[in-house]
């Protein structure tokens, strides 16, 4: 019997990121100017992000290298284990082999360190002091700060005010790594002023928070604007975790039929599948398949258009899909997947066929955890359990065909922190949202004209 954990030495940690736009059939469509509405220059983001970060989203080149020092951080967490699950793969009695990339190993407990280590080096060697950036519940903000403590910079957070209040113990471990948390909106920036006369009682969002942020660092000289998600340098960085993948399941004679991932910006199912849809573009057959919430199904329907990152209309036009950047999507318990829009290449490489989108309502993707954490012990992220879900299917419908084949999904995160949503799950307090399909066509009514 092989291995149930495959792991790598730290010096097989690897040693440039892949970047996909080398290789994509066609050229994405460019970022826009929000006020001009013409592709985006350089020296436009200047304001909010540092040169080199500039540089890698629109970079070009295939391979890109990993500085020493950001090597010597990834050694702290990466190489993240490959789970065989065995036991799942057996309580399910199904032919198909199940692996899972586990990226709850990181000091924060997802994948969001991969990029948030990067960003504060450059960030730092380009003589920023602070990073200002929003969070929901609390993920980005925490993987955030401590990036900022390993590499001495200031970290300002702005965290939606209903998971500041609901969520207090995210809010604990950024203020441990010494970052200061901000209730959004607030009264700090003009943005959060704006709404809270319209309504003093706001919860807030994801995108009113990204509004505050970016105002703070475009107002003033020695802070910065980070992302946790969605741009082509975020998705970049985490492709770390697909070619560790590739690599371990090498070790065993692998290869996966399908690769599947949660989508919340596309960073986590990004920076695993890219490296494989590199193989499908070349050839291969192999299938990708992103999984989003029903009650915020941007990929599945949501349209590609060009529109806002954020509430106030502060940041560049992206071609993604989008459900409308005044989306508000219902108090679904994956905080982490209730993003208006889709990372740019995402929504690409969906254009082109080349990935695949399915959504579930959260109640059988709780089961799904439940399920996974009862045979195979992890606790899944509420948003990882979204891929479980989907493997889960893929392993029975391999079972209904008596066909093998070999699954690979991302555990992006554990769910140490979700205990409150898997309370409600448990004692039945967790509900299906049917999104109206009038809540759509409303938020899509105010997509800018471009
Ligand atoms: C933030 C988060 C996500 C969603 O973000 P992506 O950019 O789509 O990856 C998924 N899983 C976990 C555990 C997260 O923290």
Request: hydrophobic residues 40%; negative net charge.
């Amino acid at each position: 019997m092989s291995d149930v954990k495959i792991l790598l030495p730290e010096r097989e940690i690897p040693r440039q990121w892949y970047n996909v736009v080398a290789d994509l059939p066609t050229p994405p469509r460019p970022p826009l100017h929000p006020g001009t509405k013409q592709p985006l220059k350089p020296e436009d983001l200047a304001p909010l992000f540092p040169m080199a970060l500039i540089e890698q989203e629109a970079s070009g080149q295939r391979w890109i290298d990993i500085p020493e020092e950001i090597l010597n951080i990834y050694r702290l967490w990466r190489p993240t284990p490959l789970y065989r699950a065995r036991r799942l793969e057996e309580a399910l009695g199904t032919p198909a082999k199940i692996y899972y990339k586990y990226e709850g190993v990181s000091p924060a407990g997802s994948h969001k360190p991969n990029t948030a280590v990067v960003q504060a080096y450059y960030n730092k060697r380009e003589g920023v002091r602070r990073l200002s950036t929003e969070t929901g519940a609390g993920q980005w903000g925490s993987a955030l700060a401590l990036a900022c403590r390993l590499f001495g910079l200031e970290c300002t957070v702005y965290m939606v005010k209903v998971s500041y209040h609901q969520k207090p113990y995210r809010r604990s471990l950024m203020q441990v790594w010494g970052a200061e948390v901000v209730p959004s909106p607030s009264d700090r920036t003009e943005a959060g002023r704006r709404i809270l006369a319209e309504d003093p009682d706001s919860p807030g969002s994801l995108g009113i928070a990204i509004s505050e942020a970016v105002e703070d660092a475009a107002a003033h000289d020695d802070t910065k604007y980070s992302l946790g998600s969605v741009l082509n340098h975020v998705l970049l960085h985490q492709t770390v975790i697909g070619l560790e993948a590739k690599k371990q399941l090498a070790l065993v004679d692998d290869y996966p039929d399908v690769v599947i991932g949660c989508h919340g910006g596309g960073s986590n199912f990004g920076g695993l599948a890219l490296p494989f849809v590199a193989d499908r573009i070349a050839g291969k057959e192999v299938r990708a398949l992103a999984v989003e919430p029903a009650a915020c199904p941007t990929l599945t329907r949501g349209p590609a258009a060009y529109d806002f990152g954020d509430t106030a209309q502060m940041t560049p036009l992206l071609y993604m899909n989008t459900l409308g950047h005044r989306f508000m999507p219902p108090g679904i318990h994956a905080g982490g997947l209730r993003y208006h829009g889709a990372a740019p290449l995402v929504t690409h490489l969906y254009e082109h066929g080349l990935i695949e989108a399915k959504a579930y309502p959260q109640r059988s993707v709780f089961e799904a955890a439940v399920q996974f954490a009862r045979i195979e012990g992890l606790l899944p992220a509420p948003e990882s359990a979204h891929a479980v879900r989907a493997a889960i299917d893929e392993a029975l419908l391999a079972k209904e065909e008596g066909r093998e084949r070999t699954i690979l999904f991302g555990l992006s995160g554990h769910g140490h922190f979700d205990l409150a949503a898997y309370d409600a799950y448990l004692s039945g307090q967790l509900e299906d949202y049917e999104l109206p399909e009038e809540m759509i066509t409303r938020a899509l009514a105010e997509l800018p004209q471009v």
